[in-house]
């Protein structure tokens, strides 16, 4: 089943604007993990972000996370056309490693 | 480069034939590696833990004797569809993280499968 939801579902922007998306879930997590998806592909690994951490960056992205609102939120700055695919969150809420996944948002970044 | 292989990449074969798909971790021991099944423009959804030399815990839904797990070493797990039908067809993707606590897991690039 699936952990939450996932905000937009589908999000069009221009390149060199930034794009927010949001992923909220329901139970406690030790972490929450951002990926990305290209059309027909495998997941790439963005950022993972831990329970005790608030916010974390890699090159153009910025996690934050609250989990008081148990809700993540995933910042690309300055996108690109490459930058178009779809991204889930996840969440790790035990000790197997078990993902559950969000709905993803797909992201197109016109040129 | 890659740190988890899947193959074969795609597969079509005629219904009731059993199919097998692999997925290696390249750089890393993973005790538990992850089957996800996925349909078009849908998320991942888990199908069941591969856990090396033990039995497959499977999520509620999953049909054990359907879709076969055999983890026989720490960076082999192996998925078989058995008899397949054409409801089958999917995008099944593997990960694999190593056995360390807040480790990412690595995924598979997939295998897109289609039953005639």
């Known amino acids: 089943s699936q952990q939450g939801e996932e905000d937009p579902q589908a999000l069009s922007i221009q390149e060199g604007e930034n794009a927010t998306m949001n992923c909220s879930y329901k139970?406690?997590?030790?972490?929450l993990q951002w990926y990305r998806q290209n059309s027909g592909r495998g997941l790439v690994h963005l950022i993972l972000?831990?329970?005790?951490?608030r916010e974390k960056h890699s090159g153009r992205l910025r996690v934050t996370l609250d989990t008081s609102k148990k809700s993540s939120s995933l910042l690309i700055t300055a996108s690109r056309a490459a930058d178009t695919a779809s991204y889930f969150c996840?969440?790790?809420?035990?000790?197997?490693?078990?993902?559950?996944f969000g709905q993803g948002t797909t992201l197109q970044v016109k040129p | 480069g890659a740190v988890v292989s899947q193959h074969p990449s795609w597969v079509i074969c005629k219904s009731g034939t059993s199919v097998k798909i692999e997925c290696r971790s390249l750089?890393?021991?993973?005790?538990?590696m992850f089957w996800y099944r996925q349909f078009p423009k849908q998320s991942l959804m888990l199908m069941a833990t591969?856990?090396?030399?033990?039995?497959?815990?499977?999520e509620q839904g999953v049909e054990k004797d359907k879709f076969l797990i055999n983890h026989a070493s720490l960076t082999l797990s192996t998925l078989t569809v058995t008899s397949a039908h054409p409801e089958d067809s999917s995008f099944y993707i593997c990960?694999?993280?190593?056995?360390?606590?807040?480790?990412?897991?690595?995924f598979g690039d997939g295998t897109r499968l289609s039953i005639l």
């Open positions: 139970t406690s997590i030790n972490n």
């Open positions: 591969s856990n090396e030399g033990s039995k497959a815990t499977y």
């Open positions: 990960s694999a993280r190593a056995d360390r606590p807040n480790q990412p897991q690595h």
């Open positions: 750089d890393f021991q993973a005790t538990t």
């Open positions: 996840a969440t790790d809420t035990g000790n197997t490693g078990k993902l559950i």
């Open positions: 972000i831990r329970s005790n951490e």
